[in-house]
């Protein structure tokens, strides 16, 4: 049994710097300790980011929350295909970026209403696009 809670974080705007502050923040080596992180959102976006950011970790989609969190060299993505890849550019707002934004966040939720996250973050978005 995992006694550690569950922690979803949404990555905010694909295109914007959500990506880059979540990823950022869960190769840090107290993360773990402290929670079982997990990812909501697109994963080519998460990908992305640590290509270019070139840590050196998996990511990996998930589906469900079981599992997740438990190896401080996999980040944990809960993508249900909300965001087609074609449309994230870094720095360039758009709307479909924004409508997954908005679906990720109602997914986020779903899973908290449902007692399988322990607690939420949101990542930074975009209000322009």
Wanted: proline fraction near 5%; aromatic fraction near 4%.
């Amino acid at each position: 049994m995992h006694n550690k809670p569950i922690v979803a974080t949404m990555i905010g705007d694909p295109c914007g710097i959500g990506p880059e502050v979540v990823v950022k923040s869960l190769v840090l080596d107290d993360i773990h300790a402290l929670c079982r992180p997990l990812v909501v959102g697109s994963v080519e976006s998460v990908q992305q980011t640590v290509d270019m950011l070139k840590y050196d970790v998996t990511v990996r989609r998930v589906t469900d929350v079981e599992g997740v969190g438990l190896d401080p060299k996999v980040i944990d993505v809960y993508d249900t295909g909300q965001l087609d890849p074609k449309y994230i550019t870094l720095g360039k707002a758009n709307a479909e970026c924004g409508h997954a934004s908005a679906a990720w966040l109602k997914e986020m939720d779903e899973l908290a209403l449902a007692g399988k996250v322990q607690a939420t973050i949101m990542g930074p978005i975009n209000t322009d696009a």
